[in-house]
């Protein structure tokens, strides 16, 4: 299996904030790496898929980068409605996901 | 928009079989993949598998001996089976759909809670 780790696992930041997450694959996954949104009790959202396509309805203010095994998440100015848990995914070979980067308010 | 909402039994008593469906709306099961995932307490995101009408269904290898997945377009829901279940099993479980090779998993259902216990 392709581990993929996240890091930080909680981030505290405050509303105008830049935001990186980093997500590491244990191997090359290319750019098959996706990100998602959570929040408690909802439905994950998909943000960005092939390392850095932002989905239709997704503001603009997250972006994604990388490939091969070290990708990111940014968020350009962290938003009151962007406070949630924020989780990578490869698929490459099946799928498996980081364990998520919970960001809350500093 | 397309929606998808998990249904089941809350609780399953162990050695029994989980039966989950998940019912889709605003949308057809008929085209596209359909996927099983779990979340344990405290852990991130297992993926069981996935499927699509007249398809055959890929298993996570860990879970493919007691796991099996199926499509019933006429009420556009698909479903898991998932034999012999431990306390390992207690999770919560989201269906997604998957547009195809290239494409990340979406939408989601909000998931339901299932635990094992006696």
């Known amino acids: 299996d392709i581990q993929m780790t996240q890091s930080p696992s909680t981030l505290s930041a405050s509303v105008g904030d830049r935001v990186t997450i980093t997500c590491r694959a244990s191997?090359?996954?290319?750019?098959?790496l996706a990100w998602y949104q959570q929040k408690p009790g909802k439905a994950p959202k998909l943000l960005i898929d092939?390392?850095?396509t932002l989905q239709s309805g997704v503001p603009s203010r997250f972006s994604g980068s990388g490939s091969g095994t070290d990708f990111t998440l940014t968020i350009s100015s962290l938003q009151p409605d962007d406070f949630a848990t924020y989780f990578c995914?490869?698929?490459?070979?099946?799928?498996?996901f980081g364990q998520g980067t919970k960001v809350e308010i500093k | 928009q397309e929606q998808l909402q998990e249904s089941g039994p809350g609780l399953v008593i162990p050695s029994e079989t989980l039966s989950l469906t998940c019912t889709v709306s605003?949308?057809?099961?008929?085209?596209?993949?359909w996927g099983w995932f779990r979340q344990p307490p405290g852990k991130g995101l297992e993926c069981i598998g996935y499927?699509?009408?007249?398809?055959?269904?890929?298993?996570n290898p860990s879970l493919q001996s007691r796991a099996t997945m199926s499509v019933d377009t006429s009420k556009n829901q698909f479903s898991v089976k998932l034999t012999s279940v431990t306390a390992a099993d207690t999770a919560v479980y989201h269906c997604?759909?998957?547009?195809?090779?290239?494409f990340g998993l979406g939408p989601w259902g909000q998931g339901t809670l299932v635990t094992v216990s006696s």
């Open positions: 191997q090359s996954v290319s750019g098959w």
């Open positions: 997604a759909k998957w547009r195809g090779y290239g």
């Open positions: 499927t699509s009408n007249g398809g055959r269904a890929v298993y």
């Open positions: 092939k390392a850095s």
């Open positions: 605003g949308g057809s099961v008929s085209t596209h993949y």
């Open positions: 995914q490869q698929y490459i070979a099946f799928w498996t």
